[in-house]
């Protein structure tokens, strides 16, 4: 759904357990999510908690990889307590994510980046059927990173625990 103000409030909280700091969102500016350029969407349970966020576009960029328009980038987190569970919620999460991001966008295949360090995200994105094209390492700090792509065809299959709304 639309990420609102709510939302990107709560988000601008979140820190994660060592070794994910680097993802750590609290102190962020709460306009970036809500800014419709940047492509945020809100992922909440039926009661409407917020579970994580999901992007479409230059958020799921990192600087130093080689990005052209075959494909749209996606990224995203589930809220720090529900990560590491091993339930399966990211996976669910990103499922929901693409079916929604596909329904909504319409692109011709999701590419994601994920950091070498980051083997839990690479899992979950490889057991949801993205291929590895490419490697490459950040102009900031020189780490490494994984590019990933699946055909929107590919993901016809995939569904998350609720239908994506809008
Ligand atoms: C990345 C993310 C989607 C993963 O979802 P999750 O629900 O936390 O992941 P899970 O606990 O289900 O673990 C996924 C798999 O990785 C495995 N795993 C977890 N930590 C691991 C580690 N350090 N090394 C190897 N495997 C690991 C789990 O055993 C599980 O395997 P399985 O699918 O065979 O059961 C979620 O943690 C998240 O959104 N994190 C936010 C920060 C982040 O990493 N962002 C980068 C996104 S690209």
Redesign the pocket.
Known sequence: MNLTERHAADICTWR?PAP?QC?DLAGADPAYFLAPANGFFALVDDEGKLL?YRSFGPDGQVPGGAYDDAALDT????RPE??????????R??ATGLAFGRERLRPTAFR?T?ADF????R??VE?LGFVHVSSFAATTDSSRFHVFLLSAASCSQLRGPTSPTS
């Open positions: 994660y994910y993802y994580g990224g995203g987190g589930l529900l990560t590491g569970l091993g339930r399966g919620l990211g996976r999460a990103i994601v994920v980051n083997v839990r995200a899992q979950v057991s």
